[in-house]
Nanobody, 120 residues
Framework: QVQLVESGGGLVQPGGSLRLSCAAS????????MGWYRQAPGKQRELVAA???????NYANSVKGRFTISRDNAKKMTYLEMNSLKPEDTAVYYC??????????????WGQGTQVTVSS
């Protein structure tokens, strides 16, 4: 059984910074694309940032220049460095990863989410 656990969420003032971490565990053979999604109440879950195994990144327009996604393949972790946070960034942030246990086909796994609240 694969498990993704997010950490690092919390309360922060506008303009502040926060670093989210996601740790993958289980009988994992390989991890392909990883990413961070977020969902605010009453809104659809949206992609924030994604990163491939070879470190190619993609960001939502709303966070470009402010957020940085990274990963550590050896540690099976991904990180989201969030800077210049805005109230509109308030949401539950979810870690996502495409993981292959033992076959050539990978499936997506989700973490339980971590709350990020940007407020003064």
């Amino acid at each position: 059984q694969v498990q993704l656990v997010e950490s690092g969420g919390g309360l922060v003032q506008p303009g502040g910074s926060l670093r989210l971490s996601c740790a993958a565990s289980g009988n994992i053979f390989s991890i392909y694309d990883m990413g961070w999604y977020r969902q605010a109440p009453g809104k659809q879950r949206e992609l924030v940032a994604a990163i491939t195994r070879t470190a190619t990144t993609n960001y939502a327009n709303s966070v470009k220049g402010r957020f940085t996604i990274s990963r550590d393949n050896a540690k099976k972790m991904t990180y989201l460095e969030m800077n210049s946070l805005k109230p509109e960034d308030t949401a539950v942030y979810y870690c996502n990863a495409a993981i292959n246990l033992s076959s050539a086909t990978a499936r997506a796994y989700w973490g339980q989410g971590t709350q990020v609240t940007v407020s003064s």
